[in-house]
């Protein structure tokens, strides 16, 4: 009922800057905006589980990070565009990994979250050192 498109991953020196983003479509209008409430990016490293990087909800008010991106990262999004951003600046050769979009109809309330109702098939950030 909802896709989600990454796009922008690549392959930087430590230190660098990258940008991505993330197109959300689905079958009809309400539909997108009940599975949207919430909109997320994930990331797994080889050899780790996947976890929850940002979040941020449908009225901009509310956004989390991992302590891990903390001052570096910052999520944003459009909703007219129906794209989803992370800007991840200084960037670190630990922060290698696939990095996932994700759309939840559960609001934000506490904390990142662990879960989501849709994913995206990833887009690949490798940062060298």
């Known amino acids: 009922q909802v896709q989600l498109v990454e796009s922008g991953g690549g392959l930087v020196q430590a230190g660098a800057s990258l940008k991505l983003s993330c197109t959300v479509s689905g079958r009809t209008l309400p539909t997108l905006l009940i599975s949207t409430e919430t909109m997320s990016w994930f990331r797994q490293a080889p050899g780790k589980d996947r976890e929850p990087v940002a979040a941020i909800s449908r009225n901009l008010l509310t956004s989390f990070y991992a302590d891990s991106v903390k001052g570096r990262f910052t999520i944003s999004r459009d909703n007219a565009r129906k794209t989803l951003y992370l800007q991840m600046n200084s960037l670190k050769p630990d922060d290698t990994a696939v990095y996932y979009c994700?759309?939840?109809?559960?609001?934000?309330?506490?904390?990142?979250?662990?879960?989501?109702?849709?994913w995206g098939q990833g887009t690949q950030v490798t940062v060298s050192s």
């Open positions: 994700a759309a939840s109809r559960s609001g934000l309330i506490s904390s990142l979250p662990r879960f989501a109702d849709y």
